[in-house]
T-cell receptor, first 111, second 117 residues
Framework: DAKTTQPPSMDCAEGRAANLPCNHS???????VYWYRQIHSQGPQYIIH???NNETNEMASLIITEDRKSSTLILPHATLRDTAVYYC????????????FGTGTRLKVLA | GAVVSQHPSRVICKSGTSVKIECRSL??????MFWYRQFPKQSLMLMAT?????????EQGVEKDKFLINHASLTLSTLTVTSAHPEDSSFYIC?????????????FGPGTRLTVL
């Protein structure tokens, strides 16, 4: 399984973009990058995923480097409700595959 | 999106008793369900993987006789913590996957907080 490395914590001012990095230098060609977040005492919430192209949805953007060894999750206009732990997970693109959660990044959005 | 529910949301029990936690996929058929445990300020730890109609696969270090998992239908899995002790107090989270041959996104339940006195 490809492992991921994330900074343990980050602060971001409300209304500014939050850029959360993830290193996955051992990722394989058929493995996707998934991002989830967990707000205190809740189950993880899916944010976005990608293979090699950049992706955008209503919640966030995902930028994957050309060599796919790292990625960045971008929350374009962070709000206080975005305060959470953000997890980057690398998984195969086919089949039911177990997730291995790392320590994640604890994002605190400041008023 | 797909919805997964858990019941109860929180439970308090006495040491030595058994507790059952239900995980349901509300609007899809879950071929596979996963159970996680999370201690305060720690990440989610996978406990076991269960496929409908077959025995669960437990992660190393997880006692299968203590944490009984049943996945009797495509919409329901249960986790029973047998003879619970205070050290079993934790946040238990299930997830479900409706893998149909491509992609393997998991949908997570809201979690169950277990407190063993």
């Amino acid at each position: 399984d490809a492992k991921t490395t994330q900074p343990p914590s980050m602060d971001c001012a409300e209304g500014r973009a939050a850029n959360l990095p993830c290193n996955h230098s051992t990722i394989s060609g058929n493995e996707y990058v998934y991002w989830y977040r967990q707000i205190h005492s809740q189950g993880p919430q899916y944010i976005i995923h990608g293979l090699k192209n950049n992706e955008t949805n209503e919640m966030a953007s995902l930028i994957i480097t050309e060599d796919r060894k790292s990625s960045t999750l971008i929350l374009p206009h962070a709000t206080l409700r975005d305060t959470a732990v953000y997890y980057c997970i690398v998984i195969r693109g086919e089949g039911t595959y177990k997730y291995i959660f790392g320590t994640g990044t604890r994002l605190k959005v400041l008023a | 999106g797909a919805v997964v529910s858990q019941h109860p949301s929180r439970v308090i029990c006495k040491s030595g008793t058994s507790v059952k936690i239900e995980c349901r996929s509300l609007d899809f058929q879950a071929t596979t369900m996963f159970w996680y445990r999370q201690f305060p300020k720690q990440s989610l730890m996978l406990m076991a993987t269960s496929n409908e109609g077959s025995k669960a696969t437990y992660e190393q270090g997880v006692e299968k006789d203590k944490f009984l998992i049943n996945h009797a239908s495509l919409t329901l899995s249960t986790l029973t913590v047998t003879s619970a002790h205070p050290e079993d107090s934790s946040f238990y989270i299930c997830s479900a996957s409706d893998w149909q041959g491509a992609g393997n996104e998991q949908f997570f339940g809201p979690g169950t907080r277990l407190t063993v006195l």
